[in-house]
């Protein structure tokens, strides 16, 4: 049979919505009538550039600054124990482990998901601040810290899906999440600045947390009054440019803006086995996402550096990891790509744990490094383009939110697998926990690469089914209210 090959040549052809339904009713019919795909939206580029210019400079920079305050006060607790705090507060044998692991705790309890569901009612401009606020205020109760930074990520991600279309999310989740690489680098240059510090009164990693802390609460109070709850309601456009924001996310993002939160419909995704393996992709992704970031300190101090140079030598493979997060996530939105933008990470990072485990890092210190690089080059980006990835595919507005808790969640309770691995007694090199890690991202690129390939082959069935050739950037998102249901959904792979 022949086929009627449908594409978008610019942003302003679209598959006319009125040959939509005609399209979902006739499978194995060849639609042939010219007039059944056109152009029907026009966007004027001049506004759509200044649309994104504007949410690009002022909702980008506040959430990313946000996310690395978060970062820093999840991670200092890595650089305060290169310093000897957890001597200093009396935590013997294995219980600065089991404090890293109480954070985990509540960090992957799903209390994500109600709080999404607040982020969802009440809008994540209000919401994420006042999460802010209490990262800080309870700090030294570890549990509660992990309960207020479990909404960030699915929060954010999916604020940004409401601003930002389908082709265009990675790269901005992917500079909001360069946050969490850089805290990293950032974290160990204020460490490295901080531990110079020599005060008869306070120890040196007292002032790293205040330091820290102070600047997280501070602006978040910022950031409450700042950030926009809705296009609609955001005062710095223009009435062109907000209904141009609506009619960009009904075209490549939602089914409806706004729509209200049902939570039967919420949570309807996962009467699909798709959501059951991208679950387990999130659950194996999350050890050595979580190793890489609660660990780097303690691998490089393995190569038997001292206090101040480990702190130091930690920063140029976190400075790698953000390029390598940025490459890959510009480039994923760029080819409107996941699943190999995905595989390649994954592949960076099992090969530098790998190396790691097979080596003496003290006989081969210069090797080990490099291991390190490998590390923090694959560790990022898989995190944020599975994020995407299943934002993507999932068009209605409610249940992207839940969807979104609930498996950001599951990659936060891989820290509990990580942080029991890494232990006191396989100091320093921690073969058991490298060898762990290495097995579950191996676990998670075959996940990946089988995913993307069933989408593929079920993208070109319901092509043949229906006599077209359809990409996902084809149809509309606003006639997908079913979702993959649809005969007319196109997966993003």
Same mark, same amino acid.
């Given at each position: 049979?022949?086929?009627?090959?449908?594409?978008?040549?610019?942003?302003?052809?679209?598959?006319?919505? @009125?040959?939509?339904?005609?399209?979902?009713?006739?499978?194995?019919?060849?639609?042939? @009538?010219?007039?059944?795909?056109?152009?029907? *939206?026009?966007?004027?580029?001049?506004?759509?550039?200044?649309?994104?210019?504007? !949410?690009?400079?002022?909702?980008?920079?506040?959430?990313?600054?946000?996310?690395? !305050?978060?970062?820093?006060?999840?991670?200092?607790?890595? %650089?305060?124990?290169?310093?000897?705090?957890?001597?200093?507060?009396?935590?013997?044998?294995?219980?600065?482990? /089991?404090?890293?692991?109480?954070?985990?705790?509540?960090?992957?309890?799903?209390?994500?998901?109600?709080?999404?569901?607040?982020?969802?009612?009440?809008?994540?401009?209000?919401?994420?601040?006042?999460?802010?606020?209490?990262?800080?205020?309870?700090?030294? *109760?570890?549990?509660?810290?992990?309960?207020?930074?479990?909404?960030?990520?699915?929060?954010?991600?999916?604020?940004?899906?409401?601003?930002?279309?389908?082709?265009? /999310?990675?790269?901005?989740?992917?500079?909001?999440?360069?946050?969490?690489?850089?805290?990293?680098?950032?974290?160990?240059?204020?460490?490295?600045?901080?531990? #110079?510090?020599? %005060?008869?009164?306070?120890?040196?990693? #007292?002032?790293?947390?205040?330091?820290?802390?102070?600047?997280?609460?501070?602006?978040?109070?910022?950031?409450?009054?700042?950030?926009?709850?809705?296009?609609?309601?955001?005062?710095?456009?223009?009435?062109?440019?907000?209904?141009?924001?609506?009619?960009? *996310?009904?075209?490549?993002?939602?089914? @409806?803006?706004?729509?209200?939160?049902?939570?039967?419909?919420?949570?309807?995704?996962?009467?699909?086995?798709?959501?059951?393996?991208?679950?387990?992709?999130?659950?194996?992704?999350?050890?050595?996402?979580?190793?890489?970031?609660?660990?780097?300190? #303690?691998?490089?101090?393995?190569?038997?550096?001292?206090?101040?140079?480990?702190?130091?030598?930690?920063?140029?493979?976190?400075?790698?990891?953000?390029?390598?997060?940025?490459?890959?996530?510009?480039?994923?939105?760029?080819?409107?790509?996941?699943?190999?933008?995905?595989?390649?990470?994954?592949? *960076?990072?099992?090969?530098?744990?790998?190396?790691?485990?097979?080596?003496?890092?003290?006989?081969?210190?210069?090797?080990?490094?490099?291991? !390190?690089?490998?590390?923090?080059?694959?560790?990022?980006?898989?995190?944020?383009?599975?994020?995407?990835?299943?934002?993507?595919?999932?068009?209605? @507005?409610?249940?992207?939110?839940?969807?979104?808790?609930?498996?950001?969640?599951?990659?936060?309770?891989?820290? /509990?697998?990580?942080?029991?691995?890494?232990?006191?007694?396989?100091?320093?090199?921690?073969?058991?926990?490298?060898?762990?890690?290495?097995?579950?991202?191996?676990?998670?690129?075959?996940?990946?690469?089988?995913?993307?390939?069933?989408?593929?082959?079920?993208?070109?069935?319901?092509?043949?089914? #229906?006599?077209?050739?359809?990409?996902?950037?084809?149809?509309?998102?606003?006639?997908?209210?079913?979702?993959?249901?649809?005969?007319?959904?196109?997966?993003?792979?």
């Amino acid at each position: 049979m022949d086929k009627v090959e449908v594409t978008r040549s610019s942003i302003g052809q679209a598959v006319d919505l @009125e040959a939509l339904p005609r399209l979902e009713s006739n499978y194995g019919h060849k639609k042939d @009538e010219e007039n059944e795909v056109g152009s029907t *939206i026009t966007f004027d580029p001049a506004i759509q550039r200044s649309l994104l210019r504007k !949410c690009d400079w002022f909702i980008l920079p506040p959430l990313t600054f946000m996310y690395l !305050c978060n970062a820093l006060d999840k991670g200092n607790v890595a %650089n305060a124990k290169t310093d000897g705090w957890d001597k200093d507060i009396g935590l013997t044998g294995d219980q600065y482990y /089991l404090l890293v692991m109480i954070f985990y705790v509540s960090f992957s309890s799903n209390f994500g998901t109600p709080i999404s569901i607040f982020v969802k009612k009440f809008s994540a401009a209000r919401v994420l601040p006042l999460m802010m606020i209490g990262f800080v205020k309870i700090f030294a *109760i570890r549990w509660f810290l992990g309960i207020f930074e479990s909404a960030m990520l699915p929060g954010v991600v999916y604020y940004l899906s409401t601003f930002y279309k389908r082709g265009e /999310l990675a790269s901005r989740v992917g500079l909001f999440y360069a946050a969490a690489a850089i805290a990293g680098a950032f974290s160990g240059l204020i460490a490295f600045g901080v531990f #110079q510090i020599h %005060n008869p009164h306070h120890h040196s990693w #007292q002032y790293l947390f205040w330091i820290e802390g102070s600047g997280t609460i501070t602006f978040a109070l910022f950031a409450f009054f700042w950030l926009p709850k809705t296009s609609d309601t955001w005062w710095i456009l223009t009435d062109e440019e907000k209904a141009l924001a609506r009619r960009r *996310i009904l075209e490549d993002s939602s089914s @409806e803006i706004n729509e209200k939160f049902n939570f039967r419909e919420a949570f309807k995704p996962f009467e699909n086995p798709l959501y059951w393996v991208w679950a387990m992709i999130s659950l194996s992704l999350g050890v050595p996402l979580a190793s890489v970031n609660n660990f780097l300190p #303690q691998i490089v101090a393995s190569l038997g550096y001292s206090t101040v140079k480990t702190n130091l030598f930690t920063v140029a493979p976190n400075i790698v990891g953000t390029v390598a997060l940025l490459v890959l996530t510009f480039s994923s939105d760029y080819f409107r790509e996941r699943s190999i933008h995905v595989a390649i990470p994954l592949a *960076i990072s099992l090969s530098g744990f790998v190396v790691l485990g097979c080596i003496d890092p003290i006989t081969h210190r210069g090797v080990a490094y490099f291991a !390190c690089f490998l590390l923090t080059a694959g560790a990022s980006a898989p995190s944020v383009l599975v994020a995407t990835w299943y934002n993507n595919n999932t068009p209605q @507005e409610s249940r992207r939110a839940v969807v979104t808790a609930v498996m950001v969640a599951l990659a936060n309770a891989s820290g /509990l697998i990580s942080t029991n691995v890494f232990r006191a007694q396989d100091e320093p090199k921690y073969v058991p926990a490298l060898a762990t890690s290495a097995a579950f991202g191996g676990l998670c690129l075959i996940l990946v690469a089988g995913t993307g390939f069933w989408m593929r082959w079920e993208n070109r069935r319901r092509d043949k089914l #229906q006599g077209v050739v359809l990409t996902a950037r084809d149809i509309p998102t606003e006639t997908l209210s079913q979702g993959p249901l649809n005969p007319s959904f196109r997966f993003m792979y």
